[in-house]
């Protein structure tokens, strides 16, 4: 599975920005698509889930949520981002990533299998 992720840039504080994650190879559906974002000299830090397997659900770090909104169209193998009232403590390379992760776990970076190679996201006036 290869992932590539897109939409990021610079915003203004209070902005918007959508971000997008292609996939190809493997079987789309059935994953979980999972959003992370690493800033400088911090860890990678969960954002958001899409559970696979047709459960349709989602799951937020508290920090997002409210603001950010995960969705995918499976017909499209694109996983997507809306990120709404952008503060400055969002900026950060955002990563999407694709797995299995046990539910106990979804937060953590070492349960997904596969990544995207990172889009920057700068929140600035």
């Known amino acids: 599975v290869q992932l590539q992720a897109s939409g990021g840039g610079l915003v203004h504080p209070g902005g918007s920005l959508r971000l997008s994650c292609a996939a190809s190879g493997g079987t789309f559906s059935s994953y979980a698509m999972a959003w992370f974002r690493q800033a400088p000299g911090k860890e990678r830090e969960f954002v958001a889930i899409s559970w696979g397997r047709n459960r349709g659900s989602t799951n937020y770090a508290v920090s997002v949520k409210g603001r950010f909104t995960v969705s995918r169209d499976n017909a499209k193998n694109t996983a997507y981002l809306q990120m709404n009232s952008l503060k400055t403590e969002d900026t950060a390379v955002y990563y999407c990533?694709?797995?299995?992760?046990?539910?106990?776990?979804?937060?953590?970076?070492?349960?997904?299998?596969?990544w995207g190679s990172g889009t920057q996201v700068t929140v600035s006036s």
């Open positions: 990533a694709a797995g299995y992760p046990i539910m106990s776990s979804y937060n953590a970076w070492n349960g997904y299998r596969y």
